[in-house]
Every structure is written in C-alpha cells, then in structure tokens.
C-alpha cells in the first residue's frame, strides 16, 4: 500500500540549452585580463616619451664667436638626422644663462660658461635654474691677463689700475670680477674697470691707455695673444696661486700654456704660463627630448673633440659637474653610448621603435600570460554552474538516510525538484554536456533514495497494520467459541458410580 504523498511525479521536461561555445562566460573570463592589459598599457603611453621635436633652439654668443662658429656646425650635423637647429645670436654666456631660466624665452640648449650661477650673480638671473641640467662640458675658457709695468705675481698688486674686464653680460667680465674680489678688488673703488675686450682691449693696452686687460674665450684667441706676446712692453701674467685658485673655485680648471706655444722660433711664451680657465658648458631644460639629448652630445664630440692648444684629442665633451647637475640622459649616453636601436637604425625610426618597445611590454608581460589563463577560467566559470548543485544534493541525500517524517521527506522532494527544474533550464556548452548528464543522473540518484525511503516506510506500515488486524479477529473467535479439548471432539458423559 503507497501513501498518498507519494504520488507518481510526471517525466521533467528538459529544455536545457547545449551551445557550441559560451559567450558570457567568455566575455566574463575574458574581460579582467583585458581590463588589466588596457590599463598597463595606458600606463605605458602616460609614461612614454613623446616623439622628439623636429625643430630645438639655441642661444649661441655674438655673431662670428666661437659659441655662434660652434651652434653653426651643430646646426648643419643635427640636420644629417632631419632635426632642424634655430641659432639665436646673444652677448655672451649671461644671456644665454638669462634665456634659459626664462620660461617664456623658447630656447631649448645653450653655451654657458661655468661659474655663471654662483651666489654672487644669481641676483643677476631673473627666472628659475632649477629646472636647468647639464650635457657635459665642450671646451676651456682660459682666462689671460696681459699687462704693462713690472712683473706682478699676485692679482692683488693690480689695485688702483685702469683694467678692461670685457662688456656687462659677458662671462669675461663675471670671471674677472670674481677673481678680483677675492683679491680685494671691487667696483666704485680706486680700480678703474672698464668694459674693453677683445681687440680693443689690445689696442687700448698696446697704447697704453690701460695697464691690465682680461682676456678669456673668442678675445683671448691664439692670433692676439700672440701679437701681445711680441709687443715690447707687456707682459703676459701667470697664475703663481693657480692651484689655490682652482680649489677655491671648483669650476676652475688649472692649465698650462707650454713655453714657445705661440711660436717655437722666437721661444714665445718664453716661459711655461700657469692660468685657470672655466668651462664652456652645454646646457639645456631638463624637458629636453632624449633623443635630442644625444644627438646633442654626438654634435659636441665631432665639433669639439680635436685636439688644439689647450686640450688632447677627445677630451672633450666631458661629464663634468658645475654649476648644474649632469642630466640623466646625458651621464647614460657617456657611460655607455647611444641604445642599440638608435646605432643601428636611422635616428626617426629608433626614435618610432624605441617608443613601440614601451608599449609592447605591458602586452608581453600582461596580456599574453593573462590569456593563458582565459581557458581555466572559462572552465572554471562553466563547471561553477554544474557544481553548485552538489552541495543542495548532498543535504537532500542526508535528509534521506536519517529518519524522517513523511512531511519532511515532502519538503526534501519538493525542494530536488526544484533542483532538477532549475539543472534542467541550464544553457551549456556542448563540451561539458557529459558533466551536465552526470548532474543529473546524481540528481535522478537522490531521488531514488527518497523514494525507496517511501515504499521501505510504507511496507513496514502495511505489515504492522496486517498483522494487528489478525489478532483481532482470533481473539473475536475464542470469545464466541465454547471451550472444547483439542481435536473439537464432544467432551465425555460424566459417569455415575452406585
């Protein structure tokens, strides 16, 4: 006898869905990987270095100077890689220190002379030189002092002399102050400073209408110290204190004019000349493309690599410290040159290649790992749908083998069909179709528990209740049946003795 909860179920209706491939799920497996990749790659192009301008400006010096001569060659050498160099003609290295702190100067790079930022001419520098570096030093400036009268060993003997010390911007005249003040030697005192140069500083000591003059840079070229050197009268100074010179001013440089180096026939020096000189530095905004950095430095090497009077052959550029800090670009490339890309391919296509390297890496490292990780992931998320049944079976089968009432074994099928309805709606991919019928075969297993729960129950209720009805009846029997021996024969007659 079957209870009548345990009605026959009608067959599930499957309208699960098989497709070739999911696309939800892909997308959703998909969509971290490419969320990372999009944005390690944004990260890349913030970082990366623009294309480096095909146009840069430089203050040069006066038209015909050395530093003009020098942009002018520069000029034609960056146009080799089709970058175009505007040379801007100025006074001297202190405008040219003027404009590049000035940020509205549009000047890029520019010849400086080292000692031009001290503390003593900030004040003259009306901008910012913080966001000032440096490519290297080109050249020496030798500072050379000719004068008349007898031999003088110390700068300070010159008090009270008429002495030319070059035109206001000028680094001559910055260095000339310099070293006079520490002499004692000031404006407004009884030295008269007067702003001649060059070669009219020479003609002014020859007719001795000056008794000192300051010679540094394009007015202390080799062709008027010569002529200075054979004109009676004067005398060309030596620095006695030029190692304390060049320890106190750290960006002095101690240098030696060789006797006879301005003409071996006639002994002139006659004797070896002790002077300092500053450097002419190459100095530029640390914006500067690195790319143009480089160049500017190969530029430099070719211009002023040669050996003359007072350098040896490829002593210059070099990395040396001043006034500003050496440029990261700058101490990489003497360090170790220019990349790979840019010495094996022209200057704009390393420039395009070098720029695709930052933006691959983030794919390399990023992208093509996370799409190895794609398919786990799909799988992952598939099977996710499968398994999350299995714990709710799991509870059913439990509530199955432990004792239950009738109403709770309701509630447990009640709830596996709802199970089964839900499995049944799945839409799945056609490769995991095997793991979809294993669910529910295990789901149809689940239910074969409950019911043969029913039917055990229902037989043990059948047989309880057979049983009780039998003995009823037999007790309802022996109430209506008289009592007789066994066999149901008649007793005896009682029999009488006389």
């Known amino acids: 006898m079957k209870p009548s909860n345990g009605r026959r179920r009608p067959a ?17 497996s998909f969509g971290p990987i490419l969320l990372v990749s999009a944005l390690a790659i944004w990260l890349a192009i913030r970082l990366i270095q623009p294309a480096p301008p095909n146009t840069m400006t430089v203050t040069a010096g006066p038209v015909g100077s050395s530093f003009w001569n020098a942009a002018q060659k520069y000029k034609t050498i960056l146009a080799r890689n089709g970058v175009t160099l505007v040379v801007l003609p100025s006074e001297g290295s202190m405008q040219n220190l003027q404009r590049l ?38 050249s020496y400036v030798p500072l050379v002092i000719f004068y008349t009268g007898q031999p003088e060993a110390r700068l300070s003997e010159f008090r009270g002399k008429r002495i030319a010390i070059g035109p206001e911007g000028s680094g001559t005249r910055q260095l000339a102050l310099t070293l006079l003040k520490a002499n004692g030697i000031v404006p407004g005192g009884p030295t008269e400073l007067l702003p001649l140069t060059g070669d009219a500083a020479a003609k002014a000591l020859t007719s001795g209408e000056i008794d000192v003059a300051f010679l540094a ?17 004067i005398r060309q100074y030596s620095f006695t204190q030029a190692e304390a010179y060049a320890r106190r001013f750290p960006y002095l440089t101690q240098i030696d004019l060789p006797m006879g180096s301005f003409d071996l026939g ?16 190459l100095i530029a905004r640390d914006s500067l493309h690195p790319a143009l950095s480089d160049l500017l430095i190969e530029a430099a090497r070719e211009v002023h690599g040669r050996a003359n009077l007072l350098q040896h052959a490829g002593e210059f550029p070099a990395p040396l410290v001043h006034d500003f800090p050496l440029s990261d670009d700058a101490a990489r490339y003497y360090k170790s040159g220019k990349s790979f890309l ?27 790992p996370g799409l190895r990780l794609v ?23 439990r509530g199955a083998l432990a004792e239950t009432s009738e109403a709770e074994r309701s509630v447990l099928i009640e709830k596996l069909d709802a199970i ?45 209740g057979q049983s009780g009805q039998s003995g009823a009846q037999a007790g309802a029997q022996a109430d209506e049946e008289p009592d007789s021996p066994a066999g149901g024969e008649p007793p005896a007659p009682e029999r009488h003795d006389a």
């Open 342 to 368: 840019y010495r094996t391919l022209p200057f704009w296509l390393a420039s395009l290649a070098d720029r695709l390297i930052v933006l691959l890496v983030p794919i390399i490292v990023v992208l093509i």
């Open 101 to 138: 702190a000035d940020p509205k100067s549009n000047v890029d790079v520019g010849f400086v002379q080292s000692g031009l930022a001290t503390a003593d001419t900030k004040g003259l520098i009306a901008g910012n030189t913080e966001d000032l570096m440096s490519l290297g030093s080109v």
């Open 375 to 397: 398919p786990s992931l799909y799988a992952w998320r598939v099977k996710s749908r499968i398994y999350r049944w299995y714990g709710a079976l799991i509870a059913i089968e």
């Open 12 to 28: 599930p209706r499957l309208v699960a869905r098989f497709v070739a491939i999911s696309w939800r799920d892909l997308a959703v």
């Open 266 to 281: 006639k002994n002139l020096p006659p004797a070896t000349i002790h002077t300092v000189a500053p450097t002419a530095d």
């Open 420 to 464: 089964e309805e839900s499995v049944n709606k799945l839409k799945m991919p056609l490769a995991y179709a095997d793991q979809f019928y294993v669910l529910r075969e295990h789901i149809g297993f689940v239910r074969g528990r409950l019911t043969s729960g029913y039917g055990q129950a229902a037989d043990e209720r059948g047989q309880s």
């Open 217 to 233: 840079g394009d007015s202390a070229q080799p062709p008027v110290m010569a002529a200075l050197s054979r004109t009676p009268g």
